[in-house]
């Protein structure tokens, strides 16, 4: 029997059912009714239909709404460049679309990697069970000696972190390549006999990055940053099916916002940055939370944790991290929003603290440790100095 | 001495000139006038400056308009994926922007492949130089066995196209094998006794793409098609700057829609699918012409032209090949839009023609000697039956 992906899109069209039908044939066999009827018979295993359309408005002589094309998985070979390919290459190019959801049958999940560690898989390396991760991010990292990372990265851990992460954009690291930083580091976090994560940037070409993996793997690296969009979803693939990557993948959202921020083109981003990244193998997934300036809308962002964490019934959960605009004073929103499955992750809230980056941790740890308690931030305050001097700073929501 | 790469984005801010100075500093070292004297002189290298910022509209107190940002070249290693995420990664999701411009230092550009063949070298292995080439897509290739793909493949040759590509969505290929397809199409081209590229879709595992490249090439293919932005612009680069890939790669522009069709967000077609994808390597760079049903801007589909053929110093150029919607009636408006150095590529103006694919393929063909040799289409039309044909049915412009 034949399965399907169900593809949904946002468009408008003066016949949106007419749309949608063109969408079904056009995408797949390329045409239909002007073909013979014994080349019907070969294509018709092939041929996509429409699942549904729902028009949400009408004006201007124009319907919009979402249109829901369903697929044969057989057209694709499974992976995410196949399906983008098909499902919205021509298409993305073809007026006011997006492309706002992709729902998998099982048999198809079953084909990609998914999360190799997941949140359980991490919790259990960092030896965290019953609240919600800290991660730091270095202030810098671009230009700056192996010396002065190393006493930033010591101030993280001392404050209490689960996780730091390399910059993003730390490409060029001639002043503190990454074999060294692993040792330092990892010297870093013995010395403090607690497991810490630290994500390190995996950067060079594409067709390399495996045997980079394993490179930095075989170095003490207990932890792989990806920039995922830029380098293409594939990859991602590749190094989390890879039984000798033995490490959590975390995957950053750079350039994420090229594709989800328009509301009538590109691709939504909780499908992007949810539902993809999770198939394709992150472990933790970075993306914009909805309280910064940089900020996602609140139901995107909610969604992205729903697509990372619910049961798909195939892959493990992926942790999400709702970055940017992170301080102490956010933590019992954060909590209330995503509950004990997230990680808490802070550059500025971190580094700004006004007694430093140590203490800007432990201001995070004593806020996540007292709203887990069931206190609020002010009650958490009370025993924590370095708390009560981040909420002076930065009030709380 | 430094070097940049100036970096134009289309933006609006309360103050633009405030907005650009945040970016040059937030996106590169991280903050600045906060900073210790010494570590000034240390990351002074790595410091992004404000080029320039023009204000082209001011409403409701928002100053709308490009800004460039000056970042230096020594921030990133010579790939896309850094440059990406360097200039828009972080900076995509934060509000209103659109990236629409990067200008590269000669010492960059040197630094990145280029085509490998370029117009000129693509016109030596057609043997065609004095008219813009003729290039015909298969109908459908989904679910065809190879014999149907082979008679619409004959069909295509026996018409005069000069190259014909693989459909960008055949990654399914069980009833035709790329190795088959090969030894089947070389055969029909070696009886033809002149010349034809096939591009046949490079698919698969983006970091196995550089050995299938050169297993296809090994059975016979002269021409590779990939769908550069699914797979990731780095996958091009790698192919294009391999010595043992001895073809041309022509890149598809699936998914590019994602990126470019709004006005306020995402990447601009000229830089995404001109600039860079020459720069990455591709030989053949399709894109949608500004004529037919998926049509880009005019102003847009030009700019991509200028990106692809002028001098950079240090590239080749790129064979631009405006594509959809391409019908015979069209070609002396391609002619003069886009002159010579063009790829006339069509599909269903090919096979839709009334007597079928063949007389498709001569119709394009006489329509392009005669306006190469300063007639009318309709002046063609007189010697050639096809074209006459074409004419009536598609009209011209």
Same mark, same amino acid.
């Given at each position: 029997?034949?399965?399907?992906?169900?593809?949904?899109?946002?468009?408008?069209?003066?016949?949106?059912?007419?749309?949608?039908?063109?969408?079904?044939?056009?995408?797949?066999?390329?045409?239909?009714?002007?073909?013979?009827?014994?080349?019907?018979?070969?294509?018709?295993?092939?041929?996509?239909?429409?699942?549904?359309? +729902?028009? +949400?408005?009408?004006?201007?002589?124009?319907?919009?709404?979402?249109?829901?094309?369903?697929?044969?998985?057989?057209?694709?070979?499974?992976?995410?460049?196949?399906?983008?390919?098909?499902?919205?290459?021509?298409?993305?190019?073809?007026?006011?679309?997006?492309?706002?959801?992709?729902?998998?049958?099982?048999?198809?999940?079953?084909?990609?990697?998914?999360?190799?560690?997941?949140?359980?898989?991490?919790?259990?390396?960092?030896?965290?069970?019953?609240?919600?991760?800290?991660?730091?991010?270095?202030?810098?990292?671009?230009?700056?000696?192996?010396?002065?990372?190393?006493? /930033?990265?010591? $101030? /993280?851990?001392?404050?209490?972190?689960?996780?730091?992460?390399?910059?993003?954009?730390?490409?060029?690291?001639?002043?503190?390549?990454? !074999?060294?930083?692993?040792?330092?580091?990892?010297?870093?976090?013995?010395?403090?006999?607690?497991?810490?994560?630290?994500?390190?940037?995996?950067?060079?070409?594409?067709?390399?990055?495996?045997?980079?993996?394993?490179?930095?793997?075989?170095?003490?690296?207990?932890?792989?940053?990806?920039?995922?969009?830029?380098?293409?979803?594939?990859?991602?693939?590749?190094?989390?099916?890879?039984?000798?990557?033995?490490?959590?993948?975390?995957?950053?959202?750079?350039? $994420?916002?090229?594709?989800?921020?328009?509301?009538?083109?590109?691709?939504? %981003?909780?499908?992007?940055?949810?539902?993809?990244?999770?198939?394709?193998?992150?472990?933790?997934?970075?993306?914009?939370?909805?309280?910064?300036?940089? !900020?996602?809308?609140?139901?995107?962002?909610?969604?992205?944790?729903?697509?990372?964490?619910? %049961?798909?019934?195939?892959?493990?959960?992926?942790?999400?991290?709702?970055?940017?605009?992170?301080?102490?004073?956010?933590?019992?929103?954060?909590?209330?929003?995503?509950? +004990?499955?997230?990680?808490?992750?802070?550059?500025?809230?971190?580094?700004?603290?006004?007694?430093?980056?140590?203490?800007?941790?432990?201001?995070?740890?004593?806020?996540?440790?007292?709203?887990?308690?069931?206190? +609020?931030?002010?009650?958490?305050?009370?025993?924590?100095?370095?708390?009560?001097?981040?909420?002076?700073?930065?009030?709380? $929501?």
């Amino acid at each position: 029997m034949s399965e399907y992906i169900t593809v949904s899109y946002l468009t408008e069209a003066k016949d949106l059912y007419k749309k949608a039908e063109a969408i079904a044939v056009g995408m797949t066999v390329g045409s239909w009714t002007d073909l013979p009827l014994a080349r019907q018979e070969v294509l018709a295993p092939y041929l996509g239909t429409v699942g549904s359309v +729902t028009i +949400t408005e009408e004006k201007d002589g124009l319907q919009q709404g979402i249109i829901a094309i369903q697929y044969p998985t057989g057209n694709i070979t499974p992976d995410i460049p196949a399906l983008l390919t098909t499902v919205f290459g021509k298409l993305s190019m073809d007026g006011k679309i997006k492309l706002v959801d992709i729902d998998f049958p099982p048999s198809l999940l079953a084909r990609f990697p998914g999360p190799k560690f997941g949140i359980a898989g991490i919790r259990e390396l960092v030896d965290v069970h019953d609240r919600p991760l800290l991660m730091s991010i270095f202030k810098s990292c671009l230009g700056l000696p192996l010396g002065e990372l190393e006493t /930033q990265f010591a $101030a /993280q851990i001392e404050g209490g972190v689960d996780l730091v992460k390399d910059d993003e954009i730390f490409f060029v690291d001639d002043k503190a390549p990454l !074999a060294e930083r692993l040792a330092a580091y990892n010297r870093i976090i013995e010395t403090a006999g607690r497991p810490v994560l630290y994500a390190a940037n995996l950067t060079g070409p594409v067709h390399q990055l495996v045997d980079k993996a394993k490179y930095a793997i075989e170095r003490g690296a207990n932890c792989l940053l990806l920039n995922v969009l830029p380098y293409g979803f594939d990859i991602l693939h590749r190094l989390a099916e890879d039984p000798d990557i033995s490490v959590p993948l975390m995957a950053h959202p750079a350039m $994420a916002g090229a594709f989800y921020a328009a509301d009538e083109y590109g691709i939504a %981003s909780s499908l992007l940055l949810g539902k993809l990244m999770r198939l394709a193998g992150a472990d933790l997934i970075l993306y914009p939370s909805p309280y910064g300036s940089v !900020a996602l809308d609140r139901t995107e962002a909610l969604a992205i944790a729903e697509h990372a964490r619910s %049961s798909n019934g195939v892959h493990k959960s992926a942790f999400p991290v709702p970055s940017a605009g992170i301080h102490p004073g956010l933590v019992a929103k954060l909590y209330e929003d995503f509950g +004990t499955d997230v990680i808490v992750n802070a550059g500025g809230g971190v580094h700004g603290h006004p007694n430093g980056t140590a203490d800007g941790a432990r201001a995070f740890r004593a806020a996540i440790d007292a709203v887990v308690q069931g206190q +609020t931030l002010a009650e958490g305050a009370k025993s924590s100095q370095p708390l009560a001097l981040a909420l002076e700073k930065w009030g709380s $929501a």
